[in-house]
Each structure stands twice: as structure tokens, then as C-alpha cells.
């Protein structure tokens, strides 16, 4: 079964680095498992590696879509596996949970049917907000971008999420590939704090700018790529509806709340090995992780 390693953990914990580091050291390339790095010119609200950040490191599934166009989990898988097939070691790093595991668990993403019409009837004696809290307790994003009276596309929400459940439950949850987990975790705290900080410095280096040109092309909020975080606040600016700090302060509570959820998400659906991440010397960290893969390399 070929090898894979999978750098996962919640946002500003630094993925990035680590991912590169192991490519270095054991030869290999990296994959993107971020849902939005997939986006042309969204470079700063999705904290891209840069050039100089890859240390000549072949990266793949990064600008390979424009904003304006779609990519489902069944693209995703197709496109990571054709990588981790072709390379020698594979090394994929990101956050977007169902994305990571659409591509490496078991999962047979199928055409269906619309139920639209199924699920308005099963869902005729809900109100809106009983509708919108239904919708809160599995999947709290949709939730949060949708305002409760927008019944219909609550409702689509609702039906997308059901139709995937129904085929992720029919499969064996089983991975395709020998994976060992890299977890970086830090104190909530401390994770909060950088998580701020990189939100205050994505403001510095232009985010405003970056969205405003997405915005004045024409793409809506409705987007697929207009629900990243660090972007979809800023419609309500543009728009006059809220001021520029209450958009910093939301962007901010959103990673942090997005870092709870990638937390629970590892947790639950992988075999993670946790490492502490040591910020005073992150090469510790590094060698300890690949101290542990020549390990697991021996046993298998």
C-alpha cells in the first residue's frame, strides 16, 4: 500500500513550514488539503505558501481554479490521488478535513438525483428558525451565512449535507493508503493569539485590497469561493452594513471558531499523532516528527 504522510491541525499552527520541512528531508512534494488554496489571486486571506516559503518544494493543488468556478470533494479526490500516485513521497498538508479524507479514505462520491422536492416536504412542518437551527447543530458555517427566512437555500444546504451522509454512511470509512497523521497542536491561548496576529497582518499586507478586487469583478457572496474565511465578511462592508473593525474582529472570531471545529474534526475522523509544537525552536518539533516516521517506516 503506498505510503502517504498528512500534515493536518487547526489554522496558524504552522502547517506550512512543517510540510516543507518534511519534503526536504525525505525527498518528496506537497499536496494541498486546503479547500481554498485551490483559488487564484485569494492569496493573503488563505495565508498561500509563498515562493519563498517552499524553499524550492514542488507544491501541487494550488491555482488551479478562478473564483468564480466550482470544485466539489469528488474533483478534489481525483486530482490529490492522480499526485500521490505519481510521486515518490507524498506529503499532503492542509486543514479542510472532509477534503483530506474524501482523497485518502474509501469514499465513492456519486451523481444523485435532486431531492429538493423530498426534503421540502419531510421538512413542510418546520418553521424558518427551526429549519435554520436544524441546519446549525451539523454544519454551523452554512448556518452562519444563511439568514433564516432564505428557507430555500437553508433547505439546499440541508439536502447537500443529507445526500452526502447517505453515501459517506454506505462506505467502510477505511483508508486507500498507508497514512501516518502529523498533528500540530498548541495551548488554545496561544493558538487564539497567533490566529489574531495573522489576521492583523493579513490586514497589513493588503486583504482589503485582495477582496475588493474579487468584489468589484462582479462574484457575488453566493460563491463557492466567497465562503472562505477572511473574505465573505467583507461583503457586508462593501456594503455598507457594517464598519471595517467590526469585519477584522469577525474574521478573527471565525478562524477562531474554525480552528475548534478542524480540532474536533481530527480528532474524530483520523488516527492523528499529536506533536506539541515548540515556537522557540520549531526544529525541535520537526526532528521529533521525523524521528516518529522513520519509526513507523521500520514497522511497516
Known sequence: ????????????????????????????????????????????????????EMQGIIHHMIDIKNPDETFSVSEFQKEV??????????????????????????????????????????????????????????????ALDLHPNNRQRVLRAIEIYEELEYILEAQEHKPVYDIYFVGLTLPRPILYDRINKRVDLMIEQGLEE??????D??????????????Y??????????????????????HSRNYAKRQYAWFNNQFDVHWYDVNLEDFDSTIHQVLKDIEEWYKKR
Open 1 to 52: 500500500m503506498k505510503k502517504v504522510i498528512a500534515v493536518c491541525g487547526p489554522t496558524a499552527v504552522g502547517k506550512t513550514r512543517m510540510g516543507v520541512s518534511l519534503a526536504e528531508a525525505l525527498h518528496g512534494e506537497v499536496i494541498s488539503g486546503d479547500s481554498m488554496q485551490i483559488y487564484r489571486t485569494m492569496d493573503i486571506g488563505t495565508a498561500k505558501v509563498t515562493e519563498e
Open 81 to 142: 490521488r492522480h499526485y500521490i500516485d505519481t510521486i515518490d513521497m507524498p506529503i499532503v498538508v492542509g486543514g479542510t478535513g472532509l477534503y483530506i479524507k474524501g482523497a485518502l479514505y474509501d469514499y465513492t462520491f456519486e451523481e444523485t438525483e435532486s431531492k429538493h422536492d423530498e426534503i421540502k416536504a419531510k421538512y413542510a412542518h418546520y418553521t424558518n428558525e427551526e429549519l435554520h437551527q436544524y441546519l446549525a447543530s451539523f454544519d454551523p458555517q452554512s
Open 210 to 215: 485582495e477582496v475588493k478586487k474579487i468584489y
Open 217 to 230: 469583478s462582479g462574484l457575488s457572496r453566493n460563491a463557492q469561493s466567497m465562503k472562505a474565511i477572511g
Open 232 to 253: 465573505k465578511e467583507w461583503f457586508d462592508y462593501f456594503e455598507g452594513s457594517k464598519t471595517k473593525e467590526q469585519i477584522i474582529e469577525e474574521i478573527k472570531k
